[in-house]
């Protein structure tokens, strides 16, 4: 209709135009102008006609649009509807998910408290179980040590004993080894002396033997030949005499050499002895050395001993003073647990065990005092032992 209106204009223009160029101008200006105007008239015609078709697809694109928004809108509500659904049943799985958590937390709970409690009971059970059987392997370990101190004790005695017994006998050897000395050197100079004065008897003899001999011939030279062969007589045997006497100093010097070879056996003997009781009591001190260094290594072993029980007697009690600090800490937890029993009687057939095993278990009886007084008694052992041994050195 639009293009009908512009065609009935465009020749009523035409129409006036006509007039008028008739009227006023020339027949080619006429035309020119028809020309340009049928031209015009064209290009309008082609302007309206893409215009049409511009309006019909934006027509057509409205309708899309209005459809598209409609599906759309379709589309929204029916999504809308979905995510409404299944977040609704999300909302009812977690809540149903949240309920079961909750009754498995409290069961997982329950479970734990009874586990930890049972364990508990056990470790205290176990702790008194150590501690006794520590307390047994501590006295077992210090009578073995008393007894070992004790044996020691009788085996210093013995050998102080032993020690003093020998060092008077070795006095008496050399009391015995002096008088035995002094009885031989005695016995030499009394025979020295007794051979000097027969031996100034023998000389005395000899000149008096000689001064006779000597008169008998100064007066038998007036007598006969008698009186010449009785003084031949009597000197020769005043010259036997003298031939005796002279063989008597040589017996003499002979009994002195072995009387000096006795001396000498008899010093090697002492020699001898003196040596042996050196290594005895070279032995001895040895054996006095080691019993010392034995036992100042009791002694060190005993203190390390009560340094070791002392220790594990104060790990013990703060052992125990944590477990009934960690006791009164779990009563809140049984208090939450009787609460929640009480809103869910559901669980209250469950609830009985926790109750009966949340209570705490009797207390270990104390370590008996009798065992602390050891180490005093083997110290003082020690010290009775070391008196002996200091008095021997």
Same mark, same amino acid.
């Given at each position: 209709?639009?293009?009908?209106? +512009? ?35 064209r290009v309008l015609r082609m302007?309206?006609?893409? &215009?049409?078709l511009r309006v019909k697809a934006?027509?057509?694109?409205? &309708?899309?649009?209005? =459809? ?25 799985? %977690?809540?149903?998910?949240? !309920? ?11 479970? $734990?408290?009874?586990?930890? *409690?049972?364990?508990?009971?056990? #470790? ?5 179980? #150590?501690e006794m059987e520590l307390e ?11 007894? =070992? ?7 210093? +005695?013995?050998?102080?004993?032993? %020690? ?37 008897? $023998? ?22 030949? !008698?009186?010449?062969? @009785?003084? =031949? ?12 006497? %002279? ?11 072995? #009387? ?9 003997? &002492? ?12 032995? &001895?001190?040895?054996? !006095? ?11 060190? =072993? ?6 070791? @029980?002392?220790? %594990? ?14 006791? /009164? ?24 065990? /926790? ?9 270990? /009886? ?10 005093? *008694? ?6 009775? *032992? ?8």
């Amino acid at each position: 209709m639009s293009s009908m209106q +512009c065609d009935s204009a465009s020749e009523s223009d035409a129409s006036s135009v006509d007039g008028s160029v008739s009227a006023g101008m020339g027949m080619e200006s006429l035309r020119r102008r028809i020309d340009s105007l049928l031209q015009e008239k064209r290009v309008l015609r082609m302007e309206v006609e893409t &215009l049409k078709l511009r309006v019909k697809a934006l027509q057509q694109e409205n &309708l899309e649009l209005r =459809r598209n928004s409609v599906s759309i809108q379709a589309k929204a509500e029916q999504e809308e509807e979905y995510i409404t659904n299944t977040m609704l049943k999300k909302i009812q799985n %977690l809540q149903k998910e949240k !309920e079961r958590l909750a009754q498995s937390y409290e069961q997982e709970e329950e479970h $734990l408290t009874n586990d930890l *409690t049972r364990r508990l009971f056990r #470790l205290k059970q176990e702790k008194v179980d #150590l501690e006794m059987e520590l307390e047994r392997e501590q006295e077992a370990q210090v009578n073995k040590l008393l007894k =070992r101190i004790e044996k020691l004790e009788n085996d210093v +005695c013995a050998k102080q004993a032993s %020690l003093d017994q020998l060092r008077q006998e070795k006095v008496s050897l050399e009391n015995a080894l002096e008088q035995e000395q002094e009885s031989l050197v005695n016995r030499l100079w009394k025979r020295m002396e007794k051979l000097e004065a027969e031996k100034k008897s $023998l000389q005395r003899r000899l000149e008096g033997s000689l001064a006779a001999a000597a008169v008998a011939a100064a007066t038998s030279s007036g007598e006969g030949p !008698e009186t010449s062969r @009785r003084s =031949r007589q009597s000197s020769s045997t005043s010259d036997m005499q003298v031939e005796c006497s %002279l063989t008597d100093p040589e017996a003499m010097a002979s009994h002195i050499n072995q #009387l000096k070879s006795d001396l000498e056996n008899l010093r090697q003997q &002492l020699d001898q002895s003196q040596a042996e009781h050196q290594l005895k009591m070279s032995k &001895l001190e040895q054996e !006095e050395r080691c019993l010392v260094q034995e036992n100042t290594r009791l002694k060190r =072993r005993l203190q390390t001993e009560s340094d070791k @029980r002392d220790r %594990l007697t104060r790990n013990l009690s703060e052992s125990d003073a944590g477990s009934d600090m960690e006791l /009164p800490a779990t009563e809140p937890q049984a208090q939450q647990h009787r609460c929640r029993e009480c809103r869910q009687p559901i669980t209250a057939g469950a609830a009985a065990a /926790p109750q009966g095993a949340m209570a705490p278990p009797p207390p270990p /009886p104390p370590p008996p005092p009798s065992s602390t007084n050891h180490p005093s *008694t083997s110290s003082s052992s020690a010290a009775t *032992t070391a008196a002996p041994l200091q008095q021997a050195q």
